[in-house]
């Protein structure tokens, strides 16, 4: 099991930044390429980005692409996602999630073995 816990949310406004941070313990870490999603009520759950277990190569999704940053500290078991130049469209509870090394990089939520509960980011205009 691996147990994760997000946690950086809150509310922004429109051009600002945050730092998402998810800290995870249980098995090794390192084990474990890492994702960030998000999902607003009623909408399936959307890929924002993700990290190989090394942390040399990432992923992300074209509607963040150049305004997202996902990096990992396999030394204190922690992955983050800076978000910068927030729209009102990046509104969603943002979910950090963990997927066995063996299968790479994914965009595929169900890839993805285990789910934090989430930490909710909101952009006003």
């Known amino acids: 099991q691996v147990q994760l816990v997000e946690s950086g949310g809150g509310l922004v406004q429109a051009g600002g930044s945050l730092k998402l941070s998810c800290a995870a313990s249980g098995r090794t870490f390192s084990n474990y390429a890492m994702g960030w999603f998000r999902q607003a009520p009623g909408k399936e759950r959307e890929f924002v980005a993700a990290i190989s277990s090394s942390g040399r190569n990432t992923y992300y999704a074209d509607s963040v692409k150049g305004r997202a940053t996902i990096s990992r500290d396999n030394t204190k078991n922690t992955v983050y996602l800076q978000m910068n130049g927030l729209k009102p469209e990046d509104t969603d509870v943002y979910y950090c999630?963990?997927?066995?090394?063996?299968?790479?990089?994914?965009?595929?939520?169900?890839?993805?073995?285990?789910w934090g509960q989430g930490t909710r980011v909101c952009v006003s205009s």
């Open positions: 999630a963990a997927a066995p090394s063996s299968y790479g990089l994914t965009y595929r939520a169900s890839t993805y073995a285990y």
